[in-house]
């Protein structure tokens, strides 16, 4: 027997957290490595506050309930982000049943499918597609064929292209995102001005900033936001170069020299939701989503729409009424569902949220 020598792994020490105020960010809070920190996360959730790095759904007693999920049924969460939702619904589709997961974003959807592979949904059963939610007739008719060959709630010709049985859409950005620096979304932490849920397409909001006229602007900032100082602010920031999330910041308190801190801060949240839907083109996304949505339900299919601005609840209620008055719709909601004081107070992003939903004419 010959004798096969090895080189000796060199000793690393494992790496440790670096103390209460580390100064980077990916160091900083450790509640972004929850394996190792559970019970810190434990204490950030029991705080009121979402841990960083994860996302907590919004809703899901609610939306389980108007989505009603039964065993063999074919789902569609058009806004995947962390899977919260699909977690829920994914057991309640069993046996048979299967989950496509929609998101556009291509930093976090792999990380999503993995996660939800590791909870033991195997690919029969969920599927992850990186698509926009407008491109959800595209994504059914590419599985049409795994779709047919499956046993599922609806009868409907086997030459057809099937439908979900129930859709949901979350149109809120996810904490992954907002709290992750170089995506640039919140003014939370110094980042770039970027905003893109997609990195590799589009412009970013600093170029956005730099091509647009002051009147172009203030009607973005009205409409996407519901800005009051729209056209200071609008004044003060179409045409200039802001690199950073924290410059663009400085410069909306300085447009409102006259308004408290909390006032100008309210702005300042409200400028940077404007520019992420210009930057994302998510009320076009939307308008197309809400033009195909009955042609991807199967008869008697259910929808649920999560929105967390006038702008967005406008657009589904419209669709929804004028899909009610031809019949297309049998039912939808009459009045908007709201988060429970309890979800509000544990989880503020949850604030703002908004539940509509329809059922399909059979």
């Not at 792994?9 to 972004?32: A, I, L, M, S, V």
């Not at 979402?50 to 074919?74: D, N, Y």
């Not at 647009?212 to 003060?236: G, V, Y």
Request: net charge positive.
């Amino acid at each position: 027997m010959s004798d096969v020598s090895s080189t000796p792994t060199p000793h690393r020490r494992r790496p440790r957290y670096h103390g209460k105020h580390p100064r980077r960010f990916d160091e900083k809070y450790k509640e972004r490595d929850p394996a190792r920190y559970a019970a810190d996360v434990q204490k950030v959730i029991a705080s009121g506050k979402t841990p960083v790095g994860t996302h907590r759904p919004i809703m899901v007693a609610e939306i389980l309930e108007v989505l009603s999920p039964k065993p063999g049924e074919i789902a569609v969460d058009c806004t995947l982000g962390y899977g919260g939702h699909a977690q829920e619904i994914l057991p309640r589709l069993q046996p048979g049943g299967k989950l496509l997961g929609l998101d556009v974003d291509p930093i976090e959807l792999p990380r999503t499918e993995a996660r939800l592979r590791s909870l033991g949904f195997g690919p029969e059963i969920f599927t992850a597609h990186r698509s926009n939610f407008a491109g959800l007739p595209q994504v059914l008719a590419s599985v049409a064929a795994s779709l047919l060959a499956k046993p599922f709630g609806v009868d409907a010709p086997r030459n057809a292209t099937p439908g979900a049985d129930l859709i949901l859409a979350d149109l809120g950005v996810s904490s992954m995102q907002i709290d992750d620096p170089p995506r640039g979304f919140s003014v939370k932490h110094e980042g770039p001005l970027d905003m893109r849920m997609n990195p590799q397409r589009g412009q970013p909001a600093s170029l956005l900033l730099q091509k647009i006229r002051a009147d172009a602007l203030a009607s973005l900032l009205t409409e996407n936001a519901d800005e009051p100082h729209a056209s200071a602010l609008a004044s003060a920031l179409a045409g200039k170069a802001f690199a950073t999330t924290g410059s663009l910041a400085a410069a909306i308190h300085a447009a409102l020299p006259h308004r408290d801190k909390e006032a100008a801060d309210l702005s300042v949240r409200r400028v940077f939701q404007a520019l992420r839907i210009a930057v994302n083109d998510e009320f076009s996304a939307l308008d197309s989503l809400l033009r195909n949505l009955p042609l991807c339900l199967n008869p008697g299919g259910r929808v649920a729409i999560l929105t967390f601005h006038s702008g967005e609840d406008r657009r589904v209620k419209k669709s929804f009424e004028a899909d009610l008055r031809e019949n297309v719709y049998a039912e939808i909601a009459l009045t908007v569902i709201r988060p429970g004081a309890a979800e509000r107070n544990s989880n503020p992003r949850s604030a703002s949220a908004k539940l509509r939903w329809a059922r399909r004419s059979t």
